[in-house]
């Protein structure tokens, strides 16, 4: 079993910046890949960016340019560094977690993007 727990989110201006952060705990040996999602309201999930075990990162090529997803050095916790904010970012960020039989999945954390 992997647990996962994403924190970070708010609310924030269109413009800023916010740092999510996905924290793994239990069996995290068996995890591949960290990926996050978002959820804009009344859409579908959408993948935002990904990082594998050996570091390696994707993107949606929508999303590029103002989305970055890193690790530190213990490797339970991914981060998403979100820039210069746009309303279209508001939505839950899910983080999820991929291994040989599936996925975990944190609960989320809101984005909220004011004009």
Do not use: M
């Not at 340019?65 to 560094?81: A, C, E, N, P």
């Not at 279209?88 to 899910?94: H, I």
């Amino acid at each position: 079993q992997v647990q996962l727990v994403e924190s970070g989110g708010g609310l924030v201006q269109a413009g800023g910046s916010l740092r999510l952060s996905c924290t793994a705990s239990g069996n995290i040996d068996i995890i591949d890949t960290v990926g996050w999602h978002r959820q804009p309201p009344g859409k579908q999930r959408e993948l935002v960016a990904f990082i594998t075990r050996d570091g390696r990162t994707q993107y949606a090529d929508s999303l590029k340019g103002r989305f970055t997803i890193s690790r530190d050095d213990t490797k339970t916790t991914v981060y998403l560094q979100i820039n210069n904010l746009e309303r279209d970012d508001t939505g839950v960020y899910y983080c999820n977690a991929g291994f040989t039989r599936g996925y975990y999945w944190g609960q989320g954390t809101q984005v909220t993007v004011s004009s």
